[in-house]
DNA sequence: CATATTAATCGTAATATTGCAATAAACAAA
DNA sequence: TTTGTTTATTGCAATATTACGATTAATATG
């Protein structure tokens, strides 16, 4: 099938799936270390950077931004992208609570 | 294509996006915080509390340990699953330290 | 205006993922 | 051994993802 049947998982299910999908594909992550990494911004230079066709780097992009995580300011012929500090922030909070849940009361089974 | 060009990416890239893969599936998500929350361990439950059929959250279990976040105790017919806490925290180090990167310093680009 | 530059979009091929029915495998109990 | 119970595997259909060539859109520059 390949279909995510959303409708039976809580809101919040599907928010943690929905930031981990994205961060599912490795280009994705070299995108936003290199966003982190530099302190300006870039466009362009993703392609040169990672080493994807531009139109994947664009499709990389927009994923990213569809989920809030980046944004882009349009320059000229260039599109200069960065993160969205308070999206990221929001993110995290959500990513971590699922993360850092209690382990140490918890006893094995095996 | 639907074939991520792993070669061209750092082993810390592509470990992270392995692991944010797993993540992103609404019902792992949902096993992994059932485990989380019972204090003993799960087996066929899953199945119950989650509204998939057998098969597919038998599959879901098997990614999940493959990654090594679970591991499962056989229990004469039945099998008992539960958190790798060691693993978790392993898997917690890599993905904090790339979610939780400084945002401060950096200035907005648009 | 014509041309270059840059990024987005379209179209498409290759591959991956998801879900489940059917079946198999493993074990317990009668 | 037969039967029931539970989980894993197989096979397959439907859908999603990834990558990129070709093209388009937008803007800058001569």
Redesign the interface.
């Known amino acids: 099938m390949g279909l995510?049947?959303?409708e039976?998982?809580?809101d919040e299910?599907?928010e943690?799936?929905l930031f981990?999908?994205?961060?599912?594909?490795?280009?994705?992550?070299?995108i936003l270390?290199h966003l982190?990494k530099i302190?300006?911004?870039v466009c362009g230079d993703l392609v040169d950077e990672?080493?994807?066709a531009q139109p994947t780097i664009s499709q990389h992009l927009k994923e990213l931004k569809h989920l809030g995580l980046i944004?882009?300011?349009v320059e000229g012929t260039s599109v200069?992208?960065?993160?969205h500090?308070e999206n990221?922030?929001a993110?995290?909070t959500v990513?971590?609570e699922?993360?850092?849940?209690d382990?140490t009361?918890?006893?094995?089974?095996?």
Chains 1, 2 share one sequence.
């Open positions: 995510a049947k959303t039976m998982f809580t299910q599907n943690i799936s981990a999908k994205v961060f599912g594909h490795p280009a994705r992550i070299a270390q982190f302190n300006s911004c990672i080493g994807l944004k882009g300011n200069c992208y960065c993160i500090k990221w922030t993110m995290k990513m971590n699922f993360l850092n849940q382990l009361e918890k006893q094995d089974c095996c």
